[in-house]
């Protein structure tokens, strides 16, 4: 039997590294960001890294399910490097900026990379690690990296900048995304299955976005990531101006505050795969919306500090609860063909959610106060997680009876349970594509929304 630990295969294992070494320069960088942001703009800092940040989430939102329609066209390690090396590129030029559009355009274009290559490893570890203890202890982690990420990257960027200006930070974020490029070169990775999918570009680019929003287990996850971008927003917009304003507090005490938040979802991550051998996915990530739901009610009677740490934690430890199963979710969700555009679909409709929130939350707050906008919020997670549970079949079968309509078309195939058809003989060697019609069939087997399941099974 092999062994549940991820880290024991080589190519994860590097993947990994990899991942890590780039969020540490990522964090590094965006400290070296709110500096020059406040060096350029002074007072006015806060509306310029805000500004910044919107561009960042449109980034993702627009770029992510172009490069997944599209990331079936191009040798997967090539196109991983090459959005390394274009990153590394990027960070390194934003100190040489001197108008603050300098500032929006390059962060645009970085993100622009960055959506693109987070999906695509996100789509590759499944293929990497098939087995789905390992796969679940994977996700674990990189949920713990990304939280680590934000809770270390302050004191790393504070340590180094006792030796370096600012601008070494993101010459720091340059050298860890060459480091992550290096890394990949030398990363056995599976190869890209050949797809030859029908349809214009516009069909090729939005096939993930419209597959993921006919699935139902999909729609549902939707749901419950507008409840964790609730959640999520109102402890990073609404925390600085609670803990200053309405308690009086230090800024020390704002980072507690944040760190509570955070130390909730690290060892909610750490929970999820021995919970997952005993509860269902839908189970697990309900049960996270309530637990968000509950602690933003809790806000919005006003706690005070060392009751906001204890709440906070609550929130940390939902949103963690939603997030670590999310990707057995897609993944189950997609065949091999097609995980990149599922992924970078999820990547995208994700961020849209934080995009919106945090705005919502931002002038909830400033107009109707803290402790109101949590219980509008706290709504809204409930809200939200009843919609899921209510999308989300309870008996969520993966082997589905379904009908296919008889029908012709052409594309790259394989003869299997789909394409079983006489040839004449010109047709070459498997994959091939030639005119080929499909009969009319029923069968049941493990169903997700392709090239030849357009519709889910009892939806109109």
Same mark, same amino acid.
């Given at each position: ?74 040798? *997967? ?76 990257? +302050? ?34 990775? +599976? ?25 139902? *287990? ?174 989300? +079949? ?67």
């Amino acid at each position: 039997m092999a062994s549940a630990n991820p880290l024991h295969n080589q190519s994860f294992r590097k993947l990994f590294m990899a991942q890590v070494i780039a969020l540490l320069g990522t964090g590094l960088s965006t400290v070296g960001l709110t500096l020059l942001a406040y060096e350029m703009a002074g007072g006015n800092a806060a509306a310029v890294l805000g500004t910044a940040l919107a561009f960042k989430m449109l980034a993702y939102v627009f770029f992510a399910p172009i490069i997944g329609g599209l990331a079936h066209r191009f040798a *997967r390690k090539p196109l991983l490097i090459t959005m390394d090396i274009c990153r590394a590129l990027i960070i390194v030029a934003i100190p040489l900026v001197s108008e603050l559009w300098q500032i929006y355009l390059l962060i645009f274009s970085l993100n622009l990379f960055s959506a693109g290559f987070t999906p695509v490893i996100a789509a590759t570890i499944p293929e990497i690690l098939p087995e789905q203890r390992q796969y679940t202890r994977a996700l674990s982690m990189s949920r713990l990296a990304y939280d680590l990420e934000s809770l270390l990257s +302050p004191l790393l960027a504070g340590v180094a900048l006792l030796f370096m200006s600012y601008s070494g930070l993101f010459v720091a974020n340059s050298i860890a995304f060459g480091i992550s490029a290096g890394l990949i070169l030398v990363t056995a990775l +599976p190869p890209v299955a050949d797809v030859d999918r029908p349809g214009n570009l516009w069909h090729q680019i939005s096939f993930g976005v419209r597959a993921y929003l006919r699935t139902p *287990r999909l729609r549902g996850l939707l749901a419950l990531y507008l409840g964790v971008a609730s959640a999520s927003a109102m402890v990073i917009v609404n925390t600085v101006v609670y803990v200053r304003e309405y308690l009086g507090g230090s800024e020390f005490d704002v980072a507690m505050a944040l760190g509570a938040a955070g130390l909730g979802s690290m060892l909610a991550a750490l929970a999820v795969p021995r919970i997952l051998e005993r509860v269902s996915d839908r189970g697990v990530m309900l049960s996270g919306s309530v637990a968000m739901a509950a602690g933003l009610l809790l806000v919005a009677g006003g706690p005070g500090y060392y009751a906001m740490l204890a709440v906070w934690f609550l929130v940390g430890l939902g949103w963690s609860l939603v997030q670590t199963p999310a990707g057995r979710v897609v993944n189950r969700s997609s065949s091999n063909s097609d995980r990149s555009a599922y992924f970078s679909a999820q990547f995208a409709l994700s961020h849209a959610c934080w995009l919106l929130f945090y705005l919502v939350a931002g002038q909830l707050g400033s107009s109707l106060g803290v402790e109101f906008t949590a219980l509008l919020l706290a709504i809204n997670v409930a809200v939200c997680a009843v919609i899921a549970a209510m999308i989300w +079949p309870r008996s969520d079968r993966e082997v589905l009876m379904h009908t296919h309509p008889e029908t012709s078309h052409e594309h790259l195939h394989y003869h299997d349970l789909h394409h079983d058809h006489e040839h004449e003989g010109w047709e070459g060697p498997e994959p091939h594509s030639h005119p080929h019609r499909h009969r009319s069939l029923r069968h049941a087997h493990r169903y997700v929304i392709d090239d030849h399941h357009a519709i889910w099974p009892g939806s109109s």
